[in-house]
């Protein structure tokens, strides 16, 4: 699970979690499992949301005859369709999801033991179940990723050390901003 989660950004992990609060000793409160339910349909409602963005982002980037000149082959062309994929698999799973928890999974507190037993692996537990409603967010957050890379590929090429140095210097500023918001986000989960 641990190459896993570190591939998908942790967030197996937390949802891992997020199922162990649910149900303790075979015993589920209705109001955790509701309160659970709508935060993970209104957390894929988003996902979908923010990797829709990010696909009309893509297909607009696509359209500037510098990027894609229809071979296929440099880096940002070929880093854009894998982000175009990536923002397609979120949107895919995450409808799938929000369908199955808004008709499968209402459940009621009796059921909802016997519901998380049945998914889980003899030998992985609830980890398989962590992953596959980890996957929308991943696949959203490698979206991301490549997109950024098909940008600075776009970016860097046909760039002089001006733009270099101002983008640059931007692009440093802004990594080490998201870099300090997430570590005092972990600490503060992880107090």
Request: with cysteine; charged share 10%; hydrophobic share 55%.
């Amino acid at each position: 699970m641990s190459i896993c989660a570190l591939l998908l950004f942790f967030a197996p992990v937390t949802m891992l979690a997020q199922f162990h609060t649910i149900s303790v000793d075979g015993i589920a409160s209705q109001d955790t499992w509701n309160i659970f339910m709508n935060q993970l349909t209104s957390h894929f409602g988003d996902t979908n949301l923010l990797a829709t963005v990010l696909l009309n982002a893509n297909v607009g980037f696509l359209a500037i005859n510098t990027v894609d000149s229809g071979n296929g082959t440099s880096l940002r062309q070929i880093a854009s369709y894998l982000s175009l994929m990536a923002s397609f698999a979120s949107i895919l799973l995450g409808l799938v999801f929000v369908r199955h928890s808004r008709i499968k999974l209402r459940k009621s507190s009796f059921i909802v033991p016997q519901f998380l037993h049945s998914l889980q692996h003899e030998e992985h537990g609830l980890q398989t179940l962590a992953i596959i409603y980890s996957l929308p967010h991943a696949f959203l957050i490698w979206g991301m990723i490549l997109f950024f890379i098909a940008l600075s590929a776009e970016w860097w090429d046909p760039g002089d050390i001006v733009s270099w140095v101002i983008v640059g210097t931007a692009m440093a500023a802004v990594f080490i901003v998201v870099v300090r918001c997430l570590w005092a986000e972990r600490d503060r989960t992880h107090d």
